[in-house]
């Protein structure tokens, strides 16, 4: 016996699927609409600070997440023996710990006086994921060269479609490849910008558009902003975590198992992934704005 | 403001001396405990006819289970800081009674994984249990002090808005994902498999085929943390001690001069470490050279 294989799912859309949860996605988007309106005009739909445009703006951030999972080369158990290429660890896992610690950084940048705006937030959590998986990344081959004699080798593509070096005569016998090729770590850092990129962006429209402006105007007394602060960046990095995971573990099923990176025929299935987390992440994002907005 | 720029620089180094010394210990404490991915061969070698003396204590993943112990510890100190404990107090009181909770998860996880392979002969070791159990906590007590002492400093000196337990999650998970993705390998194909070629990847026909005896006698999971402390645990150290302090570092730094300086000095960082990478890729190939001559097509 030898390792079990993993069920291989196709690249294929299945369309029946996609409609339902297109149409759930839709109905909550309508509901949020008609709950809140937007101000009338143009200006006033497309003025940002509305609830309306922060579920837009979730969805948004929650297919990020989804598509940068993708890109994450993530090889399980079978890297940790030297037997296929990629990070040592789970997609979901890696992927969070990447874009939790660049939901970190732009959180950081959020607490900025006076408000630094949406760009330099999200960007400071973009980085702050990049970060991360560069630095992870490069370990991995140190490790693999340094400390098991291994030169990093692709299972998927003969050539690394970015530097054009062979892999093919670098895979030891027996093994589907190891370590990271270079297009591998640009995968991953670009997984991880993106994974940032979108669990800020959740974080900031959160704490901004939604939960610092209704705690001070509900019925809580009308508090100061001093007060009202630390509940909304808690409530806000709770949901962001938590849609983080949400997305990165629905992710994960789409891509079954282990991928390589962009050059992976895995990759292809992104799409899937992007309706997926687009309807989670609706559902998501109207029980974090339900909680304050009711 | 310099002054401010100087204490938040010996903040920055200090929290990344405190990573540092979280990475190492959280790798050693997953060795010894096979909670990253080898265990999926710990757990396959008595169905292929490997009897072992080896812990495995993986019903989680590594960063999951140290979002949980490390968010568990923040959260208990962030709850005794608030009765006006004295800080070192409620960090250690925190840090121990999350360790117990370890020891308990250890337990459960190793009875759990061995007995199901009861049907395969794999006897449940008492002594291995009440041996590694203890090991396993003393090492996950230095990980999460570690790192709750860090979340703390970024929370209370540093200034990071999230309250203690939040960033207990926070880097709680991004420990244990940088430790699996450094420590994971060096575990599994160096220690694990030390019985096949140095230098290349175990073949899938070998899988299961874990070397069980030591020196003397069989071989246990201390004898593995021995190993794995001397470079997968190290350099799960430097990975993790160098996301902290560099992520610290930038921001602490350049953010008095613009609000975009973090962000630039952060890509010019990736920058490097894709050079850096790429110089330990091309210097592998051609110090190590190709398995079988190049097939021309």
């Known amino acids: ?294 | 403001m310099v002054e401010n720029i100087v204490l938040g620089i010996g903040l920055t180094a200090m929290a990344g001396a405190l990573a540092t010394v979280a990475g190492a210990a959280e790798d050693t404490e997953s060795d010894i405990g096979s909670q990253g991915d080898p265990n999926s061969q710990v757990q396959l070698a008595p169905q292929m006819g490997y009897v072992h003396r080896i812990f495995n204590k993986a019903i989680a993943g590594e960063p999951p289970a140290y979002g949980l112990w490390v968010a568990l510890g923040a959260g208990i100190t962030g709850a005794l800081l608030a009765m006006g404990i004295n800080v070192i107090l409620a960090l250690i009181i925190g840090t121990v009674l999350t360790t117990l909770v370890q020891g308990v998860y250890a337990t459960t996880a190793y009875l759990g994984r061995i007995a199901s392979l009861a049907k395969f002969g794999q006897p449940v070791y008492v002594d291995i249990l009440k041996s590694m159990t203890t090991v396993t906590m003393a090492h996950a007590f230095i990980a999460i002090f570690t790192t709750v002492a860090m979340c703390y400093l970024m929370n209370a000196a540093l200034g990071h808005p999230f309250p203690l337990a939040l960033l207990g999650v926070v880097w709680g998970i991004a420990l244990g994902a940088a430790g699996s993705a450094t420590g994971n390998p060096f575990y599994g194909k160096e220690r694990q498999y030390q019985n096949q070629k140095f230098g290349a990847g175990v073949p899938v026909a070998a899988s299961g085929n874990i070397v069980r005896y030591a020196e003397a006698g069989e071989r246990n999971s201390l004898d593995n943390g021995w190993f794995t402390s001397k470079m997968g645990g190290p350099a799960s150290g430097i990975c993790f001690g160098l996301i902290v302090f560099l992520e610290l570092w930038r921001t602490v730094v350049f953010e008095e001069i613009s609000v975009w300086g973090p962000i630039i000095v952060g890509l010019a960082f990736v920058i490097a470490f894709a050079a850096m990478d790429r110089y330990i890729e091309t210097w592998a190939r051609k110090t190590y050279g190709p398995y079988v001559k190049e097939v021309s097509a």
């Open chain 1, 1 to 294: 016996m030898s390792v079990t294989p993993k069920p291989a799912g196709g690249v294929g859309m299945d369309w029946m699927s996609m409609g339902i949860g297109i149409l759930i996605m839709i109905a909550i988007i309508g509901a949020v609409y008609i709950w809140f309106p937007p101000a009338s005009g143009l200006m006033g739909f497309l003025d940002p600070s509305n609830i309306f445009m922060a579920l837009i703006a979730i969805i948004v951030g929650g297919a990020l997440i989804g598509i940068g999972v993708h890109f994450v080369p993530v090889g399980g158990a079978p890297a940790a023996m030297g037997q296929a290429p990629g990070i040592a660890t789970g997609v979901a896992m890696l992927a969070g710990g990447a874009g939790l610690a660049g939901l970190f950084g732009g959180a950081w940048a959020a607490a900025i006086e006076p408000d630094p705006g949406i760009w330099v937030v999200c960007m400071a959590g973009a980085v702050g994921g990049a970060l991360m998986m560069a630095i992870t990344c490069m370990f991995v081959n140190v490790i693999y060269v340094y400390a098991m004699g291994i030169p990093a080798a692709s299972g998927k593509a003969k050539v690394d479609p970015i530097t054009g070096d062979t892999q093919t005569e670098y895979k030891s016998q027996g093994t589907e490849g190891h370590g990271l090729p270079f297009i591998s770590f640009v995968g991953g850092v670009v997984g991880g910008f993106l994974g940032g990129l979108g669990g800020t962006l959740i974080y900031y429209v959160l704490l901004e558009w939604v939960y610092v402006d209704r705690l001070l105007s509900d019925a809580l007394g009308a508090p100061a902003v001093a007060n009202v602060t630390p509940i909304a960046v808690s409530l806000a990095g709770m949901f962001a975590i938590g849609l983080f995971l949400v997305n990165a573990v629905l992710a994960a099923y789409n891509i079954t198992g282990t991928i390589e990176g962009p050059h992976d025929p895995k990759f292809a299935r992104w799409p899937r992934a992007v309706v997926a987390t687009a309807v989670a992440s609706a559902v998501c994002g109207i029980v974090a704005i339900g909680i304050v907005a009711v």
